[in-house]
């Protein structure tokens, strides 16, 4: 699977943006999508996740309540709704799909076989 990601961008704090990121083939039911993210000098850190069958979703305590992570079965697509965006959200932001990802390691980057190239989210304060 190959995937693309696209929709970063220069925001100012407290705007939106929407990350897509689509697949290149059908999703199976039971793969995990994902959203990670990386500033410079740190460690790449676990965002958002969906499983694509049952839509269940799970965020990072950092971003609850501001982010919203969604799938379009028909365009093999998921989304990330960011808003109320903070300058400590900058950073590139990867998608990532897991066709063995279970519930109790769907945080962890290591669960993750198929990755994006990343795309640049940067918010000036």
């Known amino acids: 699977v190959q995937l693309q990601a696209s929709g970063g961008g220069l925001v100012q704090a407290g705007g939106s943006l929407r990350l897509s990121c689509a697949a290149s083939e059908r999703i199976s039911s039971n793969t995990h999508m994902a959203w990670f993210r990386q500033a410079p000098g740190k460690e790449r850190d676990f965002v958002a996740v969906?499983?694509?069958?049952?839509?269940?979703?799970d965020y990072a305590d950092s971003v609850k309540g501001r982010f919203t992570i969604s799938r379009d079965n028909a365009k093999n697509t998921v989304y990330l709704q960011m808003n109320s965006l903070k300058p400590e959200d900058t950073a590139v932001y990867f998608c990532a799909a897991g066709p063995t990802v279970i519930q109790s390691n769907r945080a962890a980057r290591t669960a993750y076989y198929y990755w994006g190239q990343g795309t640049l989210v940067t918010v000036s304060s």
């Open positions: 969906i499983k694509w069958g049952s839509r269940s979703t």
